[in-house]
């Protein structure tokens, strides 16, 4: 018989039970689950709503319940419909009647999202801790690559110098804002809901913030309707999940580019790459790709979950059974994709002789050029025409602004003098954009210290 099946005269169509059941995907939260129910048979003692002698046995079943599901010794019942019933009806079974007296004063209401709370909470901390190892790879690639000049693009066009160094600090940044934001997820997820009920609470006198100290929780949430029907902390972590993943998304599509022979701005590692049946000298970035195709499936789990909260009543729907699998999924891919992409990047060898090349072409420096003219004391608007003549110029005769002679460059402005050259030159307008925020290898080389310091100071 159903653990609620008191009221009912017709057993539930085994279609019904099947349809119903969450245990297939929510067994991943057995931990969290017994970790609660310990917490609350202990509050429960204390507080003399239990004997001592039931605190005990439910204590010690459930931690025997415990080891034998990590051992694999146990198998769930799918009629249990859930894990919550199926660690109590596992506990009944080897304790007796003390086992149908954890349930007091709580629901499964408050009970799942106390599980999920704690689970996201790991899985938040673990997002963090998988960002900062990526991080750190990106940093020591960046110290490595201080120098290395490459061309920066706009709209895919090649735009101005910049370093290698210099590009993969942006990348730094965007994982560092998704750092912080995990950190604001955490903050939010962490209030304890048991106590709730099913949505108004309970006239049992518990002591909530006993459970949430064992817990680990910093807060206990003030509402209990909102306890029990808030799902805002899972969308929150698919939304960072999302974010992560976009960024991931674009740093793969770089990769892909920069790896082709159109580019050959790196070289992919044997052992992140695949080949083809058909085409013996195909080297395919397969890991780039599929984190790229990945993305999609991270955002599917965020829209997914955000259609179902968007027209539920207050307080608990059975609709919000699907938050589980989207949480879930998006932490296997999330995580998974996080951790080769670092092990990927981290084996990538760069092509510096070709970044230079490539960054000497397609007028780069056309911006330093007029720059230069500025500092003959010409408007920039006017300096800005000038050496869009010149490139044009250039075009028309297939030459570089380097290569116009003196007098064909005075043929545009008369002040110009040999120092242009200098001035012009892809190591030279790298190095010289010395303000906070830019290319120069000084600049970036202060940023890589503190990012390195910020996460020091994360762990």
């Not at 201080?146 to 061309?151: A, G, R, S």
């Not at 994982?175 to 955490?186: A, E, M, P, T, V």
């Amino acid at each position: 018989m159903k653990l609620w099946g008191g009221r009912f005269e017709k057993a539930t169509n085994p279609a019904v039970d099947d349809f119903h059941s969450s245990i297939r995907f929510d067994q991943a939260l057995y931990a969290q689950d017994i970790a609660g129910s310990m917490a609350h048979a202990r509050m429960l003692g204390k507080q003399g709503i239990l004997c001592a002698q039931d605190t005990e046995a439910i204590l010690s079943g459930l931690e025997g319940i415990l080891a034998d599901i990590k051992a694999g010794n146990v198998v769930f019942d799918t009629a249990a419909e859930d894990i919550h019933m199926n660690v109590e009806q596992l506990l009944t079974q080897r304790i007796g009647e003390a086992g149908k007296r954890l349930h007091t004063g709580r629901s499964r209401n408050d009970q799942v999202a106390l599980d999920c709370r704690m689970y996201a909470k790991d899985a938040c901390r673990h997002a963090v801790s998988s960002l900062c190892a990526l991080e750190t790879v990106l940093l020591d690639t960046a110290q490595a690559n201080l120098h290395t000049v490459m061309p920066g693009f706009t709209h895919l066009q090649k735009a101005q110098p910049v370093t290698l160094a210099f590009h993969l600090m942006a990348y730094a940044q965007m994982f560092s804002r998704d750092i912080s934001r995990f950190q604001d997820c955490l903050s939010r997820t962490d209030e304890m809901p048991l106590g709730s009920g099913a949505l108004a609470g309970t006239t049992y006198p518990l002591d909530r913030q006993a459970v949430a100290d064992e817990l680990g929780f910093s807060a206990i949430t003030q509402n209990a309707m909102d306890g029990v029907s808030d799902r805002d902390f899972v969308l929150e972590f698919l939304f960072c999940a999302s974010t992560v993943m976009m960024h991931l998304s674009r740093f793969c599509e770089e990769l892909i580019l920069w790896a082709s022979d159109e580019y050959k701005f790196l070289t992919l590692d044997d052992s992140f790459s695949t080949g083809s049946s058909i085409m013996p000298q195909k080297k395919n970035p397969d890991v780039a790709e599929l984190i790229r195709g990945k993305t999609g499936r991270v955002y599917g789990d965020l829209m997914g979950l955000l259609t179902v909260m968007k027209g539920l009543p207050l307080a608990y729907n059975k609709d919000m059974q699907e938050d589980k699998e989207a949480l879930f999924d998006a932490c296997n891919t999330l995580f998974a994709c996080v951790e080769i992409f670092t092990s990927m990047l981290s084996t990538c060898t760069f092509n510096a002789p070709r970044m230079l090349a490539s960054a000497a072409g397609g007028f780069t420096n056309a911006t330093d050029a007029a720059d230069y003219l500025v500092g003959l004391g010409i408007p920039f608007r006017q300096a800005h025409e000038i050496i869009g003549g010149m490139v044009l110029r250039c075009v028309q005769t297939g030459k570089a602004l380097g290569d116009l002679t003196l007098d064909e460059l005075h043929e545009f402005h008369p002040g110009i003098r040999e120092d242009f050259y200098t001035a012009i030159d892809p190591i030279t307008c790298v190095e010289r954009r010395v303000l906070t925020g830019g290319p120069a290898p000084e600049t970036v080389s202060k940023s890589i210290v503190k990012m390195r310091q910020a996460l020091a100071d994360l762990s």
